[in-house]
C-alpha cells in the first residue's frame, strides 16, 4: 500500500525558508518512471502544482517559483523534500505531496503552514 506524509514546520516567519519532508512508504521513490510532486491549496484558491522530482533525480519547477523553490531527495530514507524560500503570507496554504508530475494518484493527507510574524 502506498502511503505519503508530509511533515514540517505549521508556522513560518516571512522571508525565511520554508522546509516540508514527504515520507514515502509502500513503493521506492526511485522505482523506474516514477515521480513525486509538492502540490498546495491557498486558503480559497485552487490546486498549485510547485514541482516535481523524479525517480532518477531531475527535478522539475513551476515557473512561478522556480526562483524560490528547492526539491531535493534522500533515497536511503525514501523521502523527498520541499524547500521554499523568501516566504510571504501569500505562501500559507496546505501543502500536499503526491506521486505523479502530470497527474496524481497517490497524495498525503496535507500539512497546514502558515506565514506569519
Known amino acids: 500500500q502506498v502511503q505519503l506524509q508530509e511533515s514540517g514546520p505549521g508556522l513560518v516567519k516571512p522571508s525565511q525558508t520554508l522546509s516540508l519532508t514527504c515520507t514515502v512508504s509502500?513503493?521506492?521513490?526511485?522505482?523506474?518512471?516514477?515521480?513525486w510532486s509538492w502540490i498546495r491549496q491557498p486558503p480559497g484558491n485552487g490546486l498549485e502544482w510547485m514541482g516535481a522530482?523524479?525517480?532518477?533525480?531531475?527535478?522539475y519547477y513551476s515557473p512561478s517559483l522556480k526562483s524560490r523553490t528547492t526539491l531535493s531527495r534522500d533515497t536511503s530514507k525514501n523521502q523527498f523534500t520541499l524547500q521554499l524560500n523568501f516566504v510571504t503570507p501569500e505562501d500559507t496554504a496546505v501543502y500536499y505531496c503526491?506521486?505523479?508530475?502530470?497527474?496524481?494518484?497517490?497524495w498525503g493527507q496535507g500539512t497546514q503552514v502558515t506565514v506569519s510574524s
Open positions: 522530482i523524479t525517480f532518477s533525480g531531475t527535478t
Open positions: 503526491a506521486r505523479g508530475r502530470i497527474t496524481s494518484d497517490y
Open positions: 509502500g513503493v521506492s521513490i526511485t522505482t523506474a518512471d516514477s515521480s
